[in-house]
């Protein structure tokens, strides 16, 4: 048997098994004279709009490499999870499914105990569209107080460029902020998300003249693995921060953003921060 025959039965047998662990009746089938359990391949077929003998075909390992269309409406049909629909995909096509934009943002306890507990480095949670629903008191004193801003303008993007405050801790704000669009540009395409950011963009565009310009550049950048950021703070002075994001498993729409202290001296002066801020909140 050729790999692409093994590929085929993959699928075939994974579809199958799909299928038999789904109650007829809670799609509206009829659930007597059923020789064997779940949903029957026609009624699959019925429910993806496709051919019920293609859709045989598939489950017996013959029907050839289906579309990312078909493989979408039989994911709709079988009422997959995000991750069985993965990996459909995946045994399908050899590859992940374009990205789906889902808005949420919203943050478990678990979740804002991780960015606590990374105290003194400033850490945030950036949603797909880069709203920023979660930080530490770190990221509070290093980057902005984010809880003194409406919820709709905790946004990074937005920030940047109606932010007089950021706009100054940058020493070299013209660059960041060319890098960061092209980031923003390629990153929201990625998630899905491009339609869901299309009213800020329009919103910078006529708010921020520099936006305007950046964004009409069209260019995109890749966000490399290490970076260092610098910032001048109006208090405490000049920083230097490693820079690095990650992902949060099983929530594509959070990244997880950290800026490590570059240096001791810098790491201990936050620290020292951190803990006469707690004195005198005490």
């Given at each position: 048997?050729?790999?692409?025959?093994?590929?085929?039965?993959?699928?075939?047998?994974?579809?199958?098994d799909?299928?038999?662990?789904?109650?007829?009746?809670?799609?509206?089938?009829?659930?007597?004279?059923?020789?064997?359990?779940?949903?029957?391949?026609?009624?699959?077929?019925?429910?993806?709009?496709?051919?019920?003998?293609?859709?045989?075909?598939?489950?017996?390992?013959?029907?050839?490499?289906?579309?990312?269309?078909?493989?979408?409406?039989?994911?709709?049909?079988?009422?997959?999870?995000?991750?069985e629909?993965?990996?459909?995909?995946?045994?399908?096509?050899?590859?992940?499914?374009?990205?789906?934009?889902?808005?949420?943002?919203?943050?478990?306890?678990?979740?804002?105990?991780?960015l606590?507990?990374?105290d003194?480095?400033?850490?945030?949670?950036?949603?797909?569209?880069?709203?920023?629903?979660?930080?530490?008191?770190?990221?509070?004193?290093?980057?902005?107080?984010?809880?003194?801003?409406?919820?709709?303008?905790r946004?990074?993007l937005?920030?940047?460029?109606?932010?007089?405050?950021s706009?100054?801790?940058?020493?070299?704000?013209?660059?960041?902020?060319?890098?960061?669009?092209?980031?923003f540009?390629?990153?929201?395409?990625r998630a899905?998300a491009?339609?869901?950011?299309?009213?800020?963009?329009?919103?910078?565009?006529?708010?921020?003249p520099?936006?305007?310009?950046m964004?009409?550049?069209?260019?995109?950048?890749?966000?490399?693995?290490?970076?260092?950021k610098?910032?001048?703070?109006?208090?405490?002075?000049?920083?230097?921060?490693?820079?690095?994001?990650?992902?949060?498993?099983?929530?594509?729409?959070?990244?997880?953003?950290?800026?490590?202290?570059?240096?001791?001296?810098?790491?201990?002066?936050?620290?020292?921060?951190?803990?006469?801020?707690?004195?005198?909140?005490?």
């Amino acid at each position: 048997m050729s790999e692409h025959q093994h590929v085929e039965k993959r699928l075939g047998t994974w579809l199958k098994d799909r299928r038999a662990k789904l109650d007829p009746t809670a799609f509206g089938f009829p659930s007597d004279r059923r020789r064997t359990p779940g949903l029957r391949r026609e009624e699959v077929a019925q429910r993806a709009n496709i051919s019920p003998t293609w859709y045989t075909w598939l489950e017996q390992g013959r029907g050839g490499a289906p579309s990312a269309d078909v493989l979408d409406r039989i994911a709709r049909a079988l009422m997959l999870t995000d991750v069985e629909r993965e990996h459909l995909f995946l045994l399908g096509l050899g590859r992940p499914p374009d990205a789906r934009y889902r808005k949420g943002g919203t943050v478990t306890p678990r979740l804002q105990r991780v960015l606590d507990a990374l105290d003194p480095s400033p850490a945030l949670i950036r949603t797909a569209t880069w709203d920023v629903p979660a930080w530490n008191r770190a990221a509070t004193i290093m980057l902005g107080d984010y809880g003194a801003l409406p919820p709709t303008e905790r946004n990074i993007l937005r920030i940047i460029f109606l932010d007089p405050r950021s706009r100054a801790m940058q020493p070299d704000w013209e660059s960041m902020a060319r890098y960061v669009v092209g980031v923003f540009r390629i990153e929201t395409t990625r998630a899905g998300a491009a339609d869901e950011v299309t009213p800020l963009v329009t919103e910078l565009c006529r708010l921020s003249p520099e936006f305007h310009t950046m964004w009409h550049e069209n260019s995109v950048t890749e966000a490399p693995v290490d970076i260092v950021k610098h910032i001048d703070h109006p208090v405490l002075g000049s920083f230097a921060f490693e820079h690095s994001t990650f992902s949060v498993d099983g929530r594509p729409d959070l990244t997880l953003v950290v800026y490590n202290p570059a240096t001791p001296a810098d790491a201990e002066k936050l620290r020292t921060v951190l803990s006469y801020r707690s004195e005198a909140d005490a």
